[in-house]
């Protein structure tokens, strides 16, 4: 009995093996056939970007292997970009990378000089521009003392405003200190403004 036992165990090992060596094989052999070279990388979910761009940041190329390259290193350039919230990048055999981005969404403009400076709500900044897009609030008066894009914006002013989500209003999401009214919005109180999705009280 011991000796059959054994026999199968070794004929159970051999057959593992044999398994592990020819996927090991077949994953070699991929890395080298042409079927499996990159022909198409297609980007979704990108409104502000340009897709060029996201591809470019990316790293990956035509061309490329595409079980050579490296998807989380992809991710992580992307993730770079200001702009830029989420992103996915997945394979799709034989030749396809497919990149899914959620952006960033600009709540509102800091007016600095005759520059732009767009925010979410969080603080960051998104991008800085000459010329704003319309429907976004536009905030003037803040002394702002940086402004680097993919950062918290930092500021000097006296009194304080602070934004918080109406989705969730509990929890505070940023502070603003400001000596100004702002102008404009959905809807307007003596000291609660709301524009979009966040909501702007005077304390």
Do not use: H
């Not at 502000?48 to 350039?77: D, H, M, P, W, Y």
């Not at 940086?146 to 502070?175: A, C, L, P, Q």
């Amino acid at each position: 009995m011991a000796k059959k036992k054994r026999k199968r165990r070794g004929k159970g090992c051999g057959r593992f093996l044999l398994l592990a060596i020819l996927l090991l094989a077949i994953y070699i052999t991929a890395l080298f056939l042409p079927v499996f070279d990159i022909t198409d990388i297609s980007v979704s979910g990108n409104t502000v970007l340009k897709s060029e761009t996201v591809i470019k940041e990316c790293t990956l190329a035509k061309g490329q292997n595409i079980f050579r390259v490296s998807t989380g290193k992809a991710k992580r350039n992307i993730l770079k970009m200001p702009y830029v919230k989420e992103v996915k990048v997945k394979r799709k055999l034989p030749s396809k990378i497919v990149i899914e981005i959620t952006e960033e969404v600009a709540e509102a403009y800091i007016v600095k000089d005759k520059n732009y400076i767009a925010i979410n709500a969080d603080g960051k900044v998104l991008e800085v521009v000459k010329k704003p897009k319309a429907g976004i609030m536009q905030i003037p008066g803040m002394k702002v003392s940086k402004n680097d894009v993919g950062e918290i914006i930092e500021y000097k002013n006296e009194n304080i405003w602070y934004i918080k989500r109406k989705k969730n209003r509990s929890k505070m999401k940023r502070f603003f200190k400001c000596v100004f009214s702002i102008k404009g919005g959905v809807m307007e109180s003596d000291r609660t403004y709301y524009f979009i999705d966040m909501v702007v009280f005077l304390k």
